[in-house]
Structure formats: C-alpha cells, structure tokens
C-alpha cells in the first residue's frame, strides 16, 4: 500500500506543478493587470540645429469601442528621416499594443483587421497608453499607399484606433 499511496501523491504534486506552469504560462501571454494600469509617456519633438521638422502628413484617431484620441503627425527632418509623432494620445490598456501604418482602402475605422506583411508595416510596440511619443519610419515606406496609422492590439487580435493620413 505504501508504494501506491507514493505513486498518487508523486501523481497529484506532478500535476499541482504543471498546472502551475500553465496558469503561470497564461498570465504572461495576457498580462491581465496590464488592463487597469495605464501610464503616461512625453516625449518631446526632435530639435535638430540644422532646423525644425517638417510637417508631412496628419491625422486624427477616432474608435468607439476601445476608445482611442489625439493626433497623429507625420515628420521629415532636414536629414530626410522620417518619424510619427503621437500628440495628446490616449487609449485603453491590452496587451501587445502595437503602432502600425496601413494601406487603409480595405480597412475601415471601426472594423477589426488582421495584419499582413502587404497591407501593414509594425512600427513598433506601443510606449505608453497615454502621452506624446515618436516612432521612426523607415525610408522605404510609400506613405501614399500607407496612409493610416492604426493601434492594434497583437494579444486580442483587434484594431483600437486608426487616423487616416492627409497632406499637411
């Protein structure tokens, strides 16, 4: 009887452990306290001593459901780089957050999408849910086909806020 009174507590502490590795295993693929914290990010505009930005594109964000605010500016530099700037940014808190640009003809502001290599280019995760920030865009970038900027939640699978580019 010992050995078999063994065999089930060795069962039940290997199971205790995986179980534990999967729970532990789910809470870092959601982060779910990243849903109720929510911080705030001011980066201020590049000032370069050859001269100020030049404005190219810009836009508002708008987004009911995952309700997303502020601005979205599309810089060049006297060097000829390009960045976006985020300015009065606000969004709800998800997981892997991302800043995307579009090519929005298929994708409308309040529809979900998913993103491809063809029709989406990764700017990078998301600084902060809240403030201005900057995201530099590579200079192969064709912002006439990719005129969007958009706030896609990687962990969720959903768009959160999209502004569609215009000439400045």
Do not use: C
Request: no cysteine.
């Amino acid at each position: 009887m010992k050995i078999t009174g063994s065999t089930s507590l060795v069962k039940r502490v290997l199971l205790l452990a995986f179980a534990l590795v999967v729970l532990f295993g789910l809470w870092y693929a959601f982060r779910p306290e990243k849903l109720f914290i929510n911080k705030r990010v001011d980066e201020a505009a590049p000032i370069l001593s050859k001269g100020q930005p030049t404005p190219l594109f810009t836009g508002r964000f708008q987004r009911e459901l995952h309700k997303t605010t502020g601005r979205g500016t599309v810089y060049q530099r006297p060097d000829g780089t390009r960045y976006l700037q985020l300015t009065d940014f606000s969004t709800s808190n998800a997981p892997a957050l991302h800043v995307l640009l579009v090519n929005s003809k298929d994708i409308g502001a309040n529809k979900d999408f998913a993103p491809t290599g063809k029709s989406s280019i990764d700017l990078g995760e998301l600084k902060n849910t809240q403030g201005d920030q900057d995201y530099t865009i590579g200079s192969a970038v064709d912002l006439s086909q990719f005129n969007t900027v958009a706030i896609y939640s990687a962990g969720s699978n959903s768009n959160f806020g999209m502004a569609k580019l215009e000439s400045f």
